[in-house]
């Protein structure tokens, strides 16, 4: 009987050890106010479009900003800024262009990155980095299929730990190029 007992209870112990370890998301979403190196005024605008941000802020240490940057994203005479927004578990790109009219769209909704609710797995997630004209070329030569349109100023790379997708303004339309794989 205490042979039983003692069979049964081990099913018991590991299954209850396997709910107490299972990890939480990494990645969770916060007020722009959170990011605190960000300029008040781009902070302002991001809370007034209802936008939360992935709490990751940076890669390698700190060394480079994500989930909201700034770059040339429309073209080299004007500069930019562009969060991953979490808006009601819905992700989106959000631009903040410098001048009016904008080149393209201020909201982007399509490619794989931005089709699922946001995460709440431990291996969830999103990022946003710029990405630079020697990133997108780099792509280029790794993955040499795909769209190849002259590259003249920033895009902007979304993924998560697996994967990313390029999103470069051109022509007054978002191009999805090949990030990384």
């Not at 930019?80 to 201020?106: G, H, M, N, V």
């Amino acid at each position: 009987m205490c042979i039983l007992a003692s069979l049964v209870a081990v099913p018991i112990a590991r299954t209850g050890a396997s709910q107490a370890d299972k990890a939480v998301n990494p990645q969770k979403i916060v007020s722009p106010s959170a990011y605190t190196r960000l300029p008040i005024q781009i902070r302002n605008k991001l809370q007034a479009h209802g936008c939360y941000l992935p709490e990751t802020q940076s890669l390698d240490n700190g060394a480079e900003p994500i989930n909201v940057v700034s770059g040339h994203f429309a073209g080299k005479d004007q500069i930019d800024w562009a969060a991953a927004c979490i808006i009601r578990d819905r992700p989106q790109i959000f631009i903040l262009w410098e001048r009016k009219p904008s080149a393209c769209p201020a909201e982007i909704h399509s490619g794989w990155p931005l089709k699922e609710n946001f995460s709440s797995e431990p291996a969830g997630g999103i990022f946003l980095r710029k990405a630079t004209p020697r990133r997108i070329l780099n792509y280029r030569q790794a993955f040499p299929e795909g769209p190849k349109p002259a590259i003249a100023h920033d895009g902007l790379e979304v993924g998560d730990e697996q994967a990313s997708l390029i999103f470069y303004c051109k022509a007054g339309s978002w191009l999805e190029l090949r990030g990384n794989d």
